[in-house]
C-alpha cells in the first residue's frame, strides 16, 4: 500500500515544479517585489477563508508564543526574503537554472540543522549534501 506522505510528497513536487513556469511567466512585466505582494495576499486570503471554515480560527488564542515567533521569523525569512531573492533571480535568468539552485536548501538545511539542532550526520545525509553539490557544480 502506498503510504499518504509519499503521495503527498509527490503531489507538493507537482505543484513546487509547476509554479516557478507561472511565476517567470507573471514575472516578465511586474517587479519581483510587487509578485512576491501579489503572491502573499493571494495566499492570506485563502488562508483567512479555510482557517474560518475549518474551525481553526479559535485556535490561535492557545498558540504558544514562542513557536509563533519562530514561525514568523521563518516566514520573513524565507516567505518574504528567499521568495523575492527567487524572484528577482527568475527574472534576470533562466528557470531551468535557478529552481535547482534555489532548490539546494534542503543541503543547507541538513547543515544548519546538524550544527544548531544538534542533529547527527549519517552516511546518507553526507552523500545526499555532496550530490547537491555536485547538481549545482553541473549547472553551471
Known amino acids: 500500500m502506498i503510504k499518504q506522505g509519499l503521495i503527498l510528497s509527490i503531489l507538493?513536487?507537482?505543484a513546487w515544479g509547476f509554479a516557478p513556469a507561472?511565476?517567470?511567466?507573471?514575472?516578465?512585466?511586474?517587479?519581483?517585489?510587487?509578485?512576491?505582494a501579489l503572491r502573499t495576499i493571494a495566499v492570506a486570503v485563502v488562508l483567512i477563508f479555510a482557517m474560518a471554515f475549518s474551525g481553526?480560527?479559535?485556535?490561535?488564542?492557545?498558540?504558544?508564543?514562542?513557536?509563533?515567533?519562530?514561525?514568523?521569523?521563518?516566514?520573513?525569512?524565507?516567505?518574504?526574503?528567499g521568495q523575492w531573492l527567487y524572484y528577482k533571480a527568475l527574472k534576470s535568468w533562466e528557470a531551468s537554472k535557478v529552481v535547482p539552485i534555489a532548490g539546494s536548501y534542503p543541503m543547507i538545511a541538513a547543515i544548519v540543522a546538524i550544527l544548531i539542532l544538534g542533529e547527527r550526520i549519517t552516511i546518507e545525509k553526507g552523500l545526499g549534501v555532496a550530490l547537491v553539490v555536485l547538481g549545482i557544480f553541473f549547472l553551471r
Open 22 to 36: 507561472l511565476a517567470k511567466t507573471g514575472l516578465y512585466k511586474v517587479d519581483p517585489l510587487m509578485g512576491v
Open 56 to 81: 481553526k480560527a479559535a485556535d490561535i488564542a492557545k498558540l504558544d508564543m514562542k513557536s509563533v515567533a519562530f514561525i514568523i521569523s521563518e516566514g520573513l525569512l524565507a516567505g518574504l526574503l
Open 12 to 14: 507538493a513536487a507537482l
